[in-house]
Nanobody, 123 residues
Framework: QMRLAESGGGSVQAGGSLTLACAAS????????MAWFRQAPGEEREWVVV???????SYEDSVKGRFTISKDSAANTLYLQMNNLKPEDTAKYYC?????????????????WGQGTQVTVSS
């Protein structure tokens, strides 16, 4: 059973930066599709960025140029560097994994989820 644990959330002012981490219990970051999603209160969960087993990634348009995904294979950890944060980035951020190499922007396609970490950006 894969387990995912996010950390690194917090409260920042607009323009600030945060780095989220997702520690995986199995050797997953190099074998499966990994993704970051976020969910604001009253909103549906939406994808932020996905990265496949080959390291190919895709960002949602609103975060392009501001967010960077990376992975540390030795530590089996996925990261999300978030720069120039905006109030509209405020949400609970989730790490997710699916046991195939290909990725999807649909939350329903992911079997494993972390508990989430809150990011709050004030104006």
């Amino acid at each position: 059973q894969m387990r995912l644990a996010e950390s690194g959330g917090g409260s920042v002012q607009a323009g600030g930066s945060l780095t989220l981490a997702c520690a995986a219990s199995l050797d997953s970051v190099t074998r499966y599709c990994m993704a970051w999603f976020r969910q604001a209160p009253g909103e549906e969960r939406e994808w932020v960025v996905v990265i496949n087993a080959d390291g190919e990634y895709s960002y949602e348009d609103s975060v392009k140029g501001r967010f960077t995904i990376s992975k540390d294979s030795a530590a089996n950890t996925l990261y999300l560097q978030m720069n120039n944060l905006k109030p509209e980035d405020t949400a609970k951020y989730y790490c997710a994994a699916r046991e195939v190499t290909g990725c999807s922007p649909m939350p329903s396609m992911y079997k494993y989820w972390g508990q989430g970490t809150q990011v709050t950006v004030s104006s």
